[in-house]
């Protein structure tokens, strides 16, 4: 069973960029056809899907989102990142990393405030 676990800041202020890492176990995020995500839930809304990476290192990003978020990879570290730039509070959010077969981590809070 592959294993998700998101790190980074809980608190960020706005204009800073915002970086999280998800660390997988018990896989590889190398593995053919596999794709790992991130996703993210403000205080009394739903869920949103904010963007992908996938095996090759090819990404994938929420329309909404493109233009302030980045994906990236480190193979030897089995580590995929998010940074999303530019915060405001309404990036304010329980942040997940997830794989695209229904694997998630616990999920880590990010509060974004002066």
């Known amino acids: 069973q592959v294993q998700l676990q998101e790190s980074g800041p809980g608190l960020v202020k706005p204009s800073q960029t915002l970086s999280l890492t998800c660390t997988v176990s018990s896989g590889s995020i190398s593995t053919n056809s596999d794709y790992w995500g991130w996703i993210r839930q403000p205080p009394g809304k739903g869920l949103e899907w904010m963007g992908a990476?996938?095996?090759?290192?090819?990404?994938y990003y929420s329309p909404s989102l493109k233009s302030r978020t980045s994906i990236s990879r480190d193979t030897s570290k089995n580590q995929f990142t998010l940074q999303l730039s530019s915060v405001t509070p309404e990036d304010t959010a329980v942040y997940y990393c997830?794989?695209?077969?229904?694997?998630w981590g616990q999920g880590t809070q990010v509060t974004v405030s002066s």
């Open positions: 990476i996938d095996y090759t290192g090819s990404t």
């Open positions: 997830a794989d695209n077969w229904g694997s």
